[in-house]
């Protein structure tokens, strides 16, 4: 491992501990969420450190050298376990929002884009263990992550206090995934951000 920075090195001084950047990811995460009104921001901090860390180390194929760069890391934006980890309390505080909804049947149209993604995970995690590759599961956790948010952006899912079995149905997959990703990469599934 190494820092964007340049390469740790024990004789300049620049090596450091697993523990030591916990705790600095931590705090950095600390800070972001300041504004934010979280139940239990200590805990959410260490979730997304932890996340930010494990997600930086399982995105690479073995044998790659892994290039940490902390603020990166830490981003919600893009290639980050915090970005798998906000599009999970996305869906989950859509689902919860939904809960108050009146459930309607929904107008016929083709395959969303998401939908499509989502059926793939068993072949992407099939693909992962046989070959001991963890960074297939990140790269389509990713890509699932990025295509909901895009959905997410898009189209409003809730109109008018309704929302339509199709949409409840994909949001709950899309949980169910990432939930089921994030744990078989040991990544923190926080309820809140």
Known sequence: MRFASGKMSS?????????????????????????RKAVDPEKVAEQVAVGAIKYAVLRQGSGKDIVFDPEKSLSVEGDSGPYLQYALVRARALLRNAA????????????????????????VVARAASELEPHYVTTYLTELA???????ATERMIVDGTITTRTL?????????????????????????
């Open 146 to 152: 990025s295509a909901f948010n895009s959905w997410y």
């Open 11 to 35: 004789r300049k001084g620049n090596v450091v501990t697993g523990e030591s950047l916990l705790m600095d990811l931590k705090d950095a995460a600390a800070a972001k969420m300041n504004e």
């Open 100 to 123: 108050s909804a009146t459930v309607v049947p929904p107008q016929p149209a083709g395959p969303m884009p998401v939908e499509r993604l989502v059926i793939y995970f068993p072949d």
């Open 169 to 193: 149905a994909v949001v709950k997959a899309i949980e169910n995934t990432l939930v089921q990703g994030l744990t078989i990469l040991g990544i923190p599934a926080p309820e809140e951000m």
